[in-house]
């Protein structure tokens, strides 16, 4: 962006014209169209490719949920030395499923209040989850490692590896989304600071004259 201006003392009058180079304003211009716009071929790999990944996981977590209910309820009575764990398998499959169902209802419903709803059900059923991850850390750690044979600290070992693998699995999860939040949060503030403070005014004035004053001091 080039800025000319112009005094006159004599007339009193300053002329102030903001001209912006041509070939600048070209270059901008397909600066800009380059980054929002990527090629066909680049949007058409990408997107598939985020459904397939975002499907896998959501079937997979569908899997081991699934499995949570069936062994919880087959080995209810299978675990003396903490009677929970079949029951935090269970209702943790059983909200987890909950959960993938109402994230699919909030992505496809287009009326803002069928959309308020389903997020709002799913805030809460969220945060219930996590209330129970934190009850389920409580029944699983501090037992660890039970007996697997029969006796007075008797665990079925398929219910207690299961509940002590999924536990440290959603842990692990909750943990690097934290990090990546942190990661994304300082990355977006380097770029706020290193923005450059003068930047072209939004409402340029292009061949304006503004009335000065009557006596000028100074030559520019």
């Not at 006159?8 to 929002?36: F, I, P």
């Not at 690097?176 to 380097?190: E, P």
Request: glycine share 6%.
């Amino acid at each position: 962006m080039l800025q000319f201006y112009l005094n006159m003392r004599s007339k009193g009058v300053t002329l102030c014209y903001e001209v912006m180079d041509a070939d600048t304003s070209v270059a901008r211009v397909a600066e800009t169209g380059e980054q929002n716009e990527s090629p066909d071929g680049e949007n058409t790999f990408q997107s598939p490719t985020l459904i397939s990944v975002s499907v896998c996981l959501n079937l997979c977590l569908a899997v081991v949920m699934a499995a949570g209910i069936i062994v919880g309820g087959t080995q209810l009575h299978h675990c003396p030395v903490q009677p929970y764990i079949p029951i935090y398998l269970i209702v943790l499959g059983v909200m987890g499923i909950l959960s993938l169902i109402l994230t699919f209802c909030a992505s496809t419903r287009k009326s803002r209040k069928s959309c308020i709803l389903s997020s709002t059900a799913l805030c809460i059923v969220h945060f219930f989850n996590f209330c129970w991850l934190i009850a389920g850390s409580v029944w699983t750690y501090p037992i660890y490692p039970p007996d697997y044979r029969r006796g007075p600290q008797y665990c079925q070992i398929t219910t207690y590896k299961l509940a002590f693998a999924v536990t440290t699995l959603l842990w692990v999860t909750l943990g690097l989304i934290f990090a990546c939040g942190i990661c994304v949060s300082v990355l977006n503030s380097r770029e706020d600071t290193t923005a450059p403070d003068n930047l072209p005014s939004q409402n340029p004035s292009y061949g304006c004259t503004v009335a000065a004053a009557a006596s000028t001091t100074g030559d520019v």
